[in-house]
């Protein structure tokens, strides 16, 4: 299982990023996807979690500026960021998890905002 993350790059404050992850497999596979960052210095954190049943949720850091989704049909889940804020510079990863316990990581994708 392989996952693809792209969409990250530099922007300003305020402003808006819709990160990808494309899966290698049907995404109905995993009980949940997940994104989660990691800033320098920093220990990686979650961000948003959905499960294949369609359910979110969000960590306080991120509620009602971050939305999750997920396509079937594209085999992909999405991280739509909104109001950017400097501190949400970070590379950001996409995860999978299996009913088998399984975890699959994308390779990350760096978002910076500049103030």
């Known amino acids: 299982v392989q996952l693809q993350a792209s969409g990250g790059g530099l922007v300003q404050a305020g402003e808006s990023l819709r990160l990808s992850c494309v899966a290698s497999v049907g995404i109905n596979s995993f009980n949940y996807m997940a994104w989660y960052r990691q800033a320098p210095g920093k220990a990686r954190e979650l961000l948003a979690t959905?499960?294949?049943?369609?359910?979110?949720m969000y960590v306080n850091a991120v509620k009602g500026r971050f939305t999750i989704a997920r396509d079937v049909a594209e085999n992909a889940a999405f991280l739509d960021m909104t109001t950017l804020k400097p501190e949400d510079t970070a590379v950001y990863y996409c995860?999978?998890?299996?009913?088998?316990?399984?975890?699959?990581w994308g390779q990350g994708t760096q978002v910076t905002v500049s103030s």
């Open positions: 959905i499960t294949v049943g369609g359910k979110e």
């Open positions: 995860n999978a998890h299996n009913s088998e316990l399984e975890d699959y």
